[in-house]
């Protein structure tokens, strides 16, 4: 049996490295597709969308909502981690894909 915080931790460690794997973005899909149900899978690309409008555009969380079919509640979510919570993964991915100039 899984230990809730420990076990997890090292799961997610264990995921991560997997996740640096693939060497090309069509490496990534396949890994992707192979871990997510498409719902899955489109949940994220929503997410990232999200971010990506919350990051470059001044739309109101309403506006994005209505122009993307994502609830406010995932768009508010997105936007806490965006701005406020400590982790700053879409951060990370969004400087470092404009350093990139990538996407």
Not at 71 to 91: A, K, M, N
Not at 95 to 102: G, N, W
Request: aromatic share 6%.
């Amino acid at each position: 049996m899984l230990q809730p915080t420990r076990d997890v931790d090292r799961l997610t460690d264990e995921l991560c490295d997997a996740l640096l794997t693939p060497h090309s973005r069509d490496e990534m899909g396949q890994l992707l597709r192979d871990l997510c149900t498409p719902a899955e899978l489109k949940e994220l690309a929503e997410r990232w969308h999200v971010a990506r409008l919350l990051d470059r555009t001044d739309l109101w969380y309403r506006e994005i909502s209505d122009g993307t079919g994502v609830s406010t509640t995932t768009i508010v979510r997105v936007g806490r981690f965006l701005r406020q919570e400590p982790f700053q993964g879409y951060r990370h991915a969004l400087d470092a894909l404009e350093t990139a100039d990538v996407g």
